[in-house]
């Protein structure tokens, strides 16, 4: 069992930055593939960046490449994602989430994840 607590999100304006940092309890977080979804109101909750657990193999959706970048701290069993260049759109309720897997991939599908944080809200400006 893992429990995960985000924090970091916030009100910014269009082209700003905030990082936002998913805390894990538990010591086998380095054995979890790791993700952070978002869900505007209305939408459904989706990926937006995920990694690997051994090789730290990344996935970005087209929407943030060259924006966000995850990365993870397992001595200190956080989750990262930085926000750079946000835009309105990028406005939801994100998530991150605990994926078990023997396999070295990143989890990208909502289904597949175990165990969820309670969310953190990014409100961007125009």
């Known amino acids: 069992q893992v429990q995960l607590v985000e924090s970091g999100g916030g009100l910014v304006q269009a082209g700003g930055s905030l990082r936002l940092a998913c805390a894990a309890s538990?010591?086998?977080?380095?054995?979890?593939?790791m993700g952070w979804f978002r869900q505007a109101p209305g939408q459904e909750r989706r990926s937006v960046v995920a990694?690997?657990?051994?090789?730290?193999?990344?996935y970005y959706t087209d929407a943030v490449k060259g924006r966000f970048t995850i990365s993870r701290d397992n001595a200190k069993n956080t989750l990262y994602l930085q926000m750079n260049s946000l835009e309105p759109e990028d406005t939801a309720l994100y998530y991150c989430?605990?994926?078990?897997?023997?396999?070295?991939?990143?989890?990208?599908?909502?289904?597949?994840?175990?165990?969820w944080g309670q969310g953190t809200q990014v409100t961007v400006s125009s």
């Open positions: 538990s010591r086998t977080f380095n054995h979890y593939a």
């Open positions: 990694i690997s657990w051994i090789f730290g193999r990344t």
């Open positions: 989430g605990a994926c078990g897997t023997t396999n070295d991939i990143p989890c990208t599908s909502p289904l597949g994840i175990g165990h």
